[in-house]
Nanobody
Framework: VQLQASGGGLVQPGGSLRLSCVAS????????MGWYRHADGKPRELVAE???????NYANFVKGRFTISREDAKKAVFLQMNSLRPEDTALYYC??????????????WGQGTQVTVSS
């Protein structure tokens, strides 16, 4: 199983970016999908997650600014990021809980996509 993340880049404060992450490989079912971020000198932290039923959970620092969504037909999860701030600068990782069969599965991480918010 591989998760391929994309969509990062350099944006000015107040700007927007949309991250995408697509899963491929031996996949029977994708359960919860989410995004984490890791900024220099800080621990990795959860940004947002979405269950296969569509329930969402956001970190307080992104509520009202970021929106997570998924498209199961494409095995994809997205993160729309608006009103970006310099403190949002980090390497963003997607993660997915994936079942290969009814008896086997695990959590998988993408390679990370850099988001830099700077004027």
């Amino acid at each position: 199983v591989q998760l391929q993340a994309s969509g990062g880049g350099l944006v000015q404060p107040g700007g927007s970016l949309r991250l995408s992450c697509v899963a491929s490989g031996s996949i029977l079912r994708i359960n919860t999908m989410g995004w984490y971020r890791h900024a220099d000198g800080k621990p990795r932290e959860l940004v947002a997650e979405i269950t296969k039923e569509g329930s969402t959970n956001y970190a307080n620092f992104v509520k009202g600014r970021f929106t997570i969504s998924r498209e199961d037909a494409k095995k994809a999860v997205f993160l729309q990021m608006n009103s970006l701030r310099p403190e949002d600068t980090a390497l963003y990782y997607c993660v997915a809980s994936i079942q290969h069969s009814d008896f086997a599965g695990g959590s998988y991480w993408g390679q990370g996509t850099q988001v830099t918010v700077s004027s």
